[in-house]
Structures are given as structure tokens and as C-alpha cells.
């Protein structure tokens, strides 16, 4: 019996000494092929295999206009004449009102009024009001804190 362990042990040592060797030289091989790679300049010679070239083209072919629409923005804005037509019929009765993008408390702010702005309501939903504070700002704010301006009907009629 003695015959069979003493070469089995012999076996087992050499595998775990093989192993371990293996192991540390996997380990330190991989190690110093990492830090000669990070080290290496990179080199490259990269042509692209297509470049595009486009032919050149006279001024005159280059018309905009002619694909593009033509738009006046300065028609579709009002003048400053008819913004001083507008009769506004309600104005803020608190210290600062927070004009909001929906009809409702959890809405982002748009923008703030100060008190005794005035101010025309466009439609009303659930106590809300859109209102349209002129310069094109519009908004909801809680109906209660506008006031009707006194003498707003006589003007409208």
C-alpha cells in the first residue's frame, strides 16, 4: 500500500505546484500585456474607403426661396394700434398671482402678475380662467383673485 500513496502524493504535489505556477504566470502575463498595451502609442492609418464630393454649384441654383414658403410674420402679429383697442375686463386683486400652464394647482408656473394687472378671461373650467394678460402671455389662474374692472361693460357695448 505504501507503493500507491508515495506516488499519489508525489501526483498531487506537482499538480498543485504546476497549478500555481500556471496561475501566477497567467496572472503576471496578463498584467504586464495590459500595461504594454496602455502604454503603446495608437497608430492608426485610416482612410475612409468613400469620400464624397459634391459638384460645385452656381449661386443662382441655390434659390431658397423657390423651396421654402415665404412667411410675413410681421402680418400675423397685431399692430400696437389694435393692442391699444383692447379692452380688458378683469384685473388681479392680490399682491402677485402665478399665471400656470393648466387649470389646475399642480401645473408649472408660466409666469407671475402683479397686482391690479389687467387682464381679459377667455374661457372658464372648474373655477379656473384662462386668461390673456396681453403681449401674447396667457395662462390659467384661479377665478377668485380677479376682479371685474368697473365700467368694462359700458366700453364692451
Known amino acids: 500500500m505504501a507503493h500507491f500513496i508515495l506516488p499519489v502524493v508525489m501526483l498531487l504535489s506537482v499538480t498543485c505546484v504546476l497549478g500555481a505556477v500556471t496561475v501566477g504566470g497567467v496572472n503576471f502575463t496578463l498584467d504586464k500585456v495590459a500595461k504594454a498595451a496602455m502604454s503603446a502609442p ?44 383692447t379692452v380688458f375686463t378683469h384685473s388681479v386683486a392680490v399682491e402677485s398671482l402665478r399665471v400656470r ?30 386668461i390673456d394678460a396681453g403681449s401674447g402671455k396667457q395662462g390659467w389662474v384661479y377665478g377668485k383673485l380677479l376682479r371685474p374692472i368697473e365700467g368694462t361693460a359700458a366700453a364692451l357695448q
Not at 52 to 71: F, G, N, Q, W
Not at 112 to 130: I, S, Y
Open 42 to 85: 495608437v497608430k492608426t492609418n485610416f482612410k475612409p474607403s468613400y469620400v464624397a464630393v459634391l459638384p460645385p454649384t452656381k449661386a443662382e441654383a441655390l434659390d431658397i426661396s423657390r423651396l421654402t414658403p415665404v412667411v410675413n410674420r410681421a402680418a400675423d402679429q397685431p399692430t400696437a394700434a389694435m393692442e391699444a383697442r
Open 101 to 130: 400652464s393648466g387649470p389646475k394647482k399642480t401645473m408649472p408656473q408660466l409666469f407671475a402678475l402683479k397686482g391690479g394687472t389687467k387682464v381679459n378671461l377667455l374661457r372658464e373650467e372648474r373655477g379656473w380662467v384662462l
